[in-house]
């Protein structure tokens, strides 16, 4: 089992899109429409080699979507399947997006996620990401958060 995430491939993009579905179809009840991951167009970010995903068991089982910017790198979704959630693996993930962010010579990594995502907050807050802004975006409650790189 290897937890080292490469780019994805065009024949990863129902995997990728199953994923993201599961990952995020609870949260719709609680924000009142479909998070903004559940509407990307995951066969461009695959074709612009922004997307990510790990394999468990032969299977795509977490993705990554990691957009250069000019002065830090958007960490713009993470997502594991629900059956290797608990696992460790989106920590890896994590992880993996911060290393990227180094060797890519960025002092600074961001995200935003839903208001609604409290446990998301909770967890980015536990790991270094510190809330830098609030704000509506395409109808949606953001909050944005950026962790300096050591």
Do not use: W
């Not at 129902?14 to 990952?23: F, N, Q, Y």
């Not at 002065?71 to 693996?89: C, F, R, W």
């Not at 290393?99 to 002092?107: K, L, P, V």
């Not at 907050?121 to 704000?135: D, F």
Request: with cysteine.
């Amino acid at each position: 089992m290897s937890d080292d995430p490469r780019l994805a491939t065009m024949e990863d993009c129902p995997a990728v899109e199953a994923i993201v579905k599961a990952a995020y179809s609870h949260y719709v009840p609680r924000i009142g429409r479909e998070p903004g991951p559940m509407r990307d167009n995951y066969a461009t970010l695959i074709q612009d080699g922004r997307v990510h995903v790990v394999e468990r068991d032969g299977a795509v089982a977490g993705l990554l979507v990691l957009i250069p910017e000019q002065e830090t790198l958007l960490l713009d979704n993470v997502a594991v399947a629900p059956a290797a959630q608990e696992t460790g693996l989106g920590r890896k993930l994590l992880e993996f997006a911060e290393r990227t962010a180094r060797d890519a010579g960025y002092r600074s990594i961001r995200l935003y996620t839903n208001e609604a995502m409290t446990e998301n907050i909770a967890l980015y807050s536990r790991i270094g990401y510190v809330e830098t802004r609030r704000g509506e975006e395409t109808g949606l409650r953001r909050v944005y958060m950026t962790k300096i790189l050591g």
